[in-house]
């Protein structure tokens, strides 16, 4: 007995074994941290990612309108659907959340900014209005995991995990002339890109081609390249060119381009000076509904009349009594026009009439309008239908079921549903005759004289719906050739009448160079009618 406890004694077979005992602990506190530091990177790639698809959301709402800062809040907090697979702190529910902050601010969990410097990694100006809100910053709100192994080591909680993301909105605007106004409500002292404009809708706007650091001026806007022809070809063709441009950061194109006035025309069914007008052979279709205040010689094979004159000649111009407002008082029996050098100076009405300008525009070049730019969306809507339809006021609300009792009817308004009926257009087939002279509603230029022009299909843009960028010139001391123009806003707007001259001396109404439009309304992401203007936004990730 005693030898063998000895022998047991000096045995080491087992010496490894307390060895083995005392780094197992160590060994399985290294697999736990091991474990759990997955599982909270787990929960940090989760909550990132839910950030970045938040601030995406948000950002999709910047389009500078009423609301957008609570709309870009609700966005990141309610259409949020993440759960932190990886997170325990919660036993109702395991979703990722957004804090909803509906105000402009930059506090809290959804962060609102005027600009983001990419170079430098730095936010601009707090944004404070809908309308200078360009970028967002969301964070989730934070979760903590609460650990499985590493208690061993002696910590339970990962503490709050939380991830933020930076994004702003890309915009492009496709199938648009390069036309730009600037404001005409800023005023010279004006430093606020961002100063608003909001006429209403079927307002009149005269836009003047020319000076465009003039505010309430027409200009252009450089897409491929510069001169009046690329900006006649992008006027002009039905698919312009350049195809799509930026709608902020834009580059101006100065010039008073007479020329460029032709390509307007041409939407009216009026073809001037050949490949200067339309060059390179491009399209540049008529509106499939031309109506305007112009007549030709019927007698004459198209196209040898479809040019432009001032005076009584073949080719298209003023009728012989045309719409001579006297006042703003829309025309009657006993508000005739001022007399005109027509056959008939004491008649009350006009022998024929396209759409009328606002009766603020039509007394005159200057006129009485707002700095004689923005009318009030006063036009002689009775005359009209007098005059083209012979209906009264009761008669033609009944015919067409436009009702100003209801909504004031703008011209855009009855262009198009005189588009919609064309049995009672007065076109092609159904000519209204002055004189020898006939005014045409329908296209009359583009095909084989007297059955009729080619008319565009359904699938041919509106051409006389475009949009306008509004820019704040004094803002930006816009003077001449400028790059990086900052937009207030795209603008839908109509076209109303051809650009020509319109009467002489004191009776003179519009220059040559005058183009007028009504209003329609902001230039929504989607496109317009017939697909004339698309507007593409879209979201992106900033970090």
Same mark, same amino acid.
Do not use: H, W
């Given at each position: 007995m005693l030898r063998d406890l000895r022998r047991l004694a000096h045995n080491d077979g087992g010496a490894v074994a307390p060895t083995v005992a005392m780094s197992l602990v160590a060994l399985i506190a290294a697999g736990g941290i091991a474990f759990d530091y997955a599982r909270l990177a787990s929960l940090d790639t989760e909550l990132q990612g839910a950030a970045d698809q938040a601030a995406l959301a948000a950002a999709s709402q910047l389009d500078g309108q009423a609301g957008a800062c609570a709309r870009a809040a609700a966005a990141a907090s309610d259409l949020l659907a993440n759960q932190t697979l990886n997170a325990n702190d919660a036993t109702a529910s395991r979703a990722i959340t957004v804090t909803n902050e509906s105000t402009c601010d930059a506090t809290g969990f959804v962060r609102f900014y005027t600009s983001y410097d990419s170079v430098? @990694?730095?936010?601009?100006?707090?944004?404070?209005? @809908?309308?200078?809100? =360009? #970028?967002?910053? #969301?964070?989730?709100?934070? =979760?903590?995991?609460?650990?499985?192994?590493?208690?061993?080591?002696?910590?339970? =909680?990962?503490?709050? #995990?939380?991830? =933020?993301?930076?994004? /702003?909105?890309?915009?492009?605007?496709?199938?648009?002339?390069? #036309?730009?106004?600037?404001?005409? /409500?800023?005023?010279?002292?004006?430093?606020?890109?961002?100063? @608003?404009?909001?006429?209403?809708?079927g307002q009149g706007l005269r836009l003047v081609i020319g000076d465009p650091d003039a505010p309430g001026n027409f200009g252009f806007l450089r897409t491929d390249a510069a001169g009046a022809k690329q900006v006649a070809k992008e006027i002009g063709y039905d698919n312009p060119p350049a195809g799509c441009m930026a709608t902020n950061g834009v580059e101006t194109e100065p010039g008073n381009m007479i020329s460029v006035r032709a390509a307007f025309n041409t939407r009216f069914d009026i073809s001037e000076n050949g490949a200067t007008t339309c060059p390179d052979a491009g399209t540049c279709s008529p509106s499939r509904n031309s109506r305007k205040d112009l007549v030709r010689n019927r007698s004459v094979a198209a196209p040898g009349a479809c040019s432009i004159s001032q005076n009584t000649s073949d080719n298209w111009h003023e009728a012989s009594q045309p719409y001579r407002a006297r006042n703003t008082t829309p025309l009657s029996t006993s508000n005739p026009m001022i007399p005109a050098s027509g056959p008939n100076p004491a008649v009350p009405y006009p022998s024929l009439m396209g759409y009328p300008r606002d009766m603020c525009h039509a007394l005159s070049v200057a006129g009485t309008c707002t700095n004689g730019i923005v009318g009030d969306g006063n036009w002689d809507i009775d005359a009209y239908f007098k005059v083209n339809y012979g209906l009264d006021h009761s008669a033609w609300v009944a015919q067409t079921l436009l009702d100003p009792a209801v909504k004031p009817v703008t011209r855009y308004d009855v262009y198009k549903w005189e588009m919609a009926n064309p049995a009672v257009l007065k076109g092609i087939n159904t000519p209204q005759d002055d004189d020898i002279y006939t005014a045409y509603s329908s296209p009359i230029c583009r095909g084989t004289f007297p059955t009729g022009g080619i008319t565009p299909g359904p699938g041919t843009p509106d051409r006389r719906r475009i949009s306008v960028a509004v820019v704040n010139c004094h803002a930006q001391n816009l003077k001449g050739h400028e790059t990086n123009v900052q937009v207030r806003k795209w603008m839908d707007v109509f076209l109303v009448e051809p650009a020509i001259q319109r009467g002489n001396g004191p009776n003179q109404r519009t220059t040559n160079g005058d183009i007028y439009v009504e209003t329609i309304g902001v230039t929504s992401s989607g496109g317009a009618a017939d697909n004339a203007v698309t507007r593409r936004d879209v979201p992106y990730l900033i970090r």
């Open positions: 430098n @990694d730095t936010f601009g100006a707090e944004a404070t209005l @809908d309308a200078d809100a =360009r #970028v967002v910053s #969301v964070q989730v709100n934070p =979760r903590e995991a609460i650990y499985a192994l590493t208690p061993v080591v002696g910590a339970f =909680r990962s503490g709050g #995990v939380n991830a =933020r993301a930076v994004a /702003s909105l890309g915009s492009a605007i496709c199938k648009v002339p390069p #036309v730009m106004m600037c404001n005409p /409500s800023e005023p010279a002292t004006n430093i606020d890109v961002n100063y @608003d404009f909001n006429p209403a809708e």
